[in-house]
């Protein structure tokens, strides 16, 4: 295992894939601001909905979240560059991971591979060559790195597609209900919606859908369908960059396809040259690997299966549904009404939440348990100086079935915990 982890090969798809990364993450945090999401998602919202337990991250006051995307973009340059890299990619995974916790209205799961990935490349030497460190003698030439890297990327991309596959093996996407509805979404002409409502259309949309992800990391890895994996995978993510419009992740995932070819190739492709590599181990990163890289993968391994020891579905509760590679699974709507009972007086007062919400979060909070525990948190905090019981009432349709009780409206929502590995009583189960 030693002398296949640490056989030393080329390290240009390390090198290639810092430089993609750095401009896209930089494209990423620049154009944020420009489209206007920033200012939307973290911004105008008089309060985002963090992660449970980040209470305390925060968004800045008035523009600082501009400068605090300027700042990440100059970071993603500087990797890109490999100019103090250590700094920029410590940096950014810093802001991007603060970013990704402060809100979960604009939740997307490359918003979470970015993390991970950005966490892992903490660790590597991908500013050993082609880089501004070289240059300015900070960090030593080297064009070699240990077979770990590559396969570190391999498995991470494995995992996420693998369970973005099996997470569609259910009834709404397996009949096409799911995908007819996604794509019919993404259009209002009239060409195109006559065209994604015929079944011959939506069915193979939807299983091209679970064979992609199923097939496209072991026909990568099979050097006779390589490049027709990297043309179809070219295909559908072109497609879902045009339809679905979700930012940098389908370039991202392309750029994954580096560390399946070969590295001469990728060196003589990309960097016009060619190296000799000696066979003697390469030994970087020996206590790294087995200290954390294998600790981090095994829990990516096991973290997306937590939902199976959580009573309910949790395409219902939502309970284990992040951080899990659940990706583009479901259409959820909703409504709620939310009751303030004075436990002194016994009046009744209707809570109108439109007030101090977005059109997204209120959208939001009417199909998130997790967002109608928080929004209860700042209701109870409004009314602190009072004897107050909250009652919810909210019934949700998932792809566009009837509405069925999400809340238990006989539940105090104002006495409920919120309980972080198992399920939540007050979120009734379908």
Known sequence: MNKFLFKNIDGSALIVFRIFFGFLVACESFGTILTGWVKKVLIEPQFTFNFIGFDWLQTLLGNGMYFYFILMGFAGLGIMLGWRYRLNIML???????????????????????????????????????????????????????NWIPLLFIVMIGIVYTYAAIAKLYPDWL??????????????????L????????????AYAGILFDLLIVPFLLYKRTRTLALIAAFIFH?????????GIFPYFALSFALFFYEPEKVRAFFLREKITV???????????????????????LFLPLRHHIIKGDVLWTEEGHRLSWRMMLRQRSGYITINIIDNITKTRTFYDYHKNLTSKQARQLAVKPDFIWQYCQKIKEEYKDKDISIYIECKNSINGKPHQTLIDPKYDIAKAKWNYFWHNEWILLN
């Not at 990935?117 to 050993?128: G, H, K, T, V």
């Not at 072109?238 to 979700?246: A, C, V």
């Not at 000696?278 to 990516?300: A, M, R, S």
């Open 92 to 146: 950014f995974t810093i802001l991007w991971s603060g970013v990704y916790f402060m809100q979960k209205s604009s939740y997307n799961n490359h918003y979470y591979l970015l993390v991970l990935i950005s966490f892992l490349m903490i660790f590597l030497p991908a500013n050993q060559e082609k880089s501004l460190d070289v240059k300015f003698n900070r960090v030593k030439q080297n064009k070699t790195i240990p």
């Open 175 to 192: 009949d096409g209900t799911f995908t007819k509805n996604l794509l019919q979404g993404t259009t209002t002409r009239p060409f195109f």
């Open 194 to 205: 006559k065209l994604f409502a015929q079944k011959w259309f939506y069915i193979p949309f």
């Open 238 to 246: 072109l497609f879902n960059s045009i339809t679905l419009q979700i």
């Open 278 to 300: 000696d066979n003697n181990q390469n030994n970087y990163g020996k206590k790294l690997v087995y200290f954390l890289i294998i600790p981090f993968l095994t829990i990516q």
